[in-house]
């Protein structure tokens, strides 16, 4: 079974700080992917990364693909209140994504 | 903007009775889902649909689960007979293929409440 942990669960921080939360296992992806899910709603997708090394940018939001294809990481730069919300990792297959628990990101005006 | 759809958003049901969940995918997708995610826990693959059939299920899709695509635009997911634990969001989901890049379209979700 492919497992997905990110880190870290929780993260609380102020206006205009930066961050990073990461997503490792031990089991290498072919694709993976984050995603970005407001309370009651269903996740949206924000990126998919599938080269090992990749680097994507979006706006203010820059997704990383580990080398060997088993990690990746977010970083957002000047994060905002608007940032707030869980954001999930997860890595596919052609029929199925698993998914890891989420950072639970908290943006402080 | 094409979204999948889902009704009801809120289902109460009693435990032991039977639930069907609607889901109508976006239109030239061919790929279909669902996941479900327990309060407070990650999001989870239930089972993918393709071409009429089911590819892959987890091993939540017990005797129990059942999806079906009864005409051309509905997706639906029925539990025969549902038990406290399955109690969740229920998520559809829709691809057009399945290439590394593609997205897959979630929907809002139905909150199942087994009481």
């Known amino acids: 079974t492919q497992l997905l942990e990110q880190s870290p669960q929780f993260l609380s921080i102020q206006e205009g700080e930066n961050l990073t939360v990461y997503c490792n296992s031990s089991?290498?992806?072919?694709?993976l992917q984050w995603y970005r899910q407001e309370p009651g709603e269903g996740p949206v997708l924000l990126v998919t990364?599938?080269?090992?090394?990749e680097v994507k940018k979006l706006k203010r939001l820059t997704f990383q693909f580990g080398d060997a294809r088993k990690d990746s990481s977010l970083h957002i730069t000047a994060a905002q209140p608007g940032d707030t919300g869980l954001y999930l990792c997860?890595?596919?297959?052609?029929?199925?994504?698993?998914f890891g628990k989420g950072t639970l990101l908290t943006v402080n005006p | 903007e094409p979204e999948v759809t889902q009704t009801p958003s809120h289902q109460v049901t009693q435990m032991g009775q039977e639930v069907i969940l609607r889901c109508v995918p976006i239109?030239?997708?061919?790929?279909f889902y669902w996941y479900r995610q327990i309060l407070g826990q990650k999001v989870e693959f239930l089972v993918s649909?393709?071409?009429?059939?089911?590819?892959?299920k987890s091993e939540i899709f017990d005797d129990q689960f059942s999806v079906e695509r009864p005409d051309g635009s509905n997706f639906t997911l029925k539990i025969r007979s549902t038990k406290l634990e399955d109690s969740a969001m229920y998520f559809c989901?829709?691809?057009?293929?399945?290439?590394?890049?593609?997205?897959?379209?979630f929907g809002q979700g139905t909150r199942l409440t087994v009481v």
């Open positions: 649909f393709y071409n009429n059939e089911i590819s892959e």
């Open positions: 997860a890595g596919g297959s052609n029929y199925k994504l698993t």
């Open positions: 089991s290498v992806f072919s694709s």
């Open positions: 239109s030239n997708h061919l790929y």
């Open positions: 990364v599938v080269t090992g090394g």
């Open positions: 989901a829709s691809r057009i293929d399945t290439g590394p890049n593609t997205e897959a379209f």
